[in-house]
């Protein structure tokens, strides 16, 4: 069963930092794009990152650039997040896309196999 399990989240302070996790079950990376994206309440679902399947290329959305750093280590991705702002809560996702490169702006639609996210709080 193909399945994107998010964890790593929590409470941190302003300046702090937190790495998310997203393994995947039931198909290799080797052959998707996977992106970040997060959802904060009363706001719509936007793209944080996006690692390319071609040449293991990775993108930001620009409020996210210099802080934040995405890796991949075989069926797992890593969100490594420095300098967190309060305006960076919400919940984050990963998800699947097919193709040789991740396209921006990221579109919600073209990716699937949603995780169930996991919960970023930023305050003091």
């Known amino acids: 069963q193909v399945q994107l399990v998010e964890s790593g989240g929590g409470l941190v302070q302003p300046g702090g930092s937190l790495r998310l996790s997203c393994d995947a079950f039931g198909f290799s990376m080797d052959y998707w794009n996977i992106g970040w994206f997060r959802q904060a309440p009363g706001k719509e679902r936007e793209g944080v990152s996006c690692?390319?399947?071609?040449?293991?290329n990775v993108d930001y959305t620009d409020s996210v650039k210099g802080r934040f750093t995405m890796s991949r280590d075989k069926n797992t991705v890593y969100l490594e997040m420095n300098s967190l702002k309060p305006e960076d809560t919400a919940v984050y996702y990963c998800?699947?896309?097919?193709?040789?490169?991740?396209?921006?702006?990221?579109?919600?639609?073209?990716?699937?196999?949603w995780g169930h996210g996991t919960q970023v709080t930023v305050s003091s």
């Open positions: 998800a699947r896309n097919f193709g040789t490169a991740c396209r921006w702006p990221l579109e919600r639609n073209s990716f699937g196999s």
């Open positions: 690692i390319s399947t071609s040449d293991g």
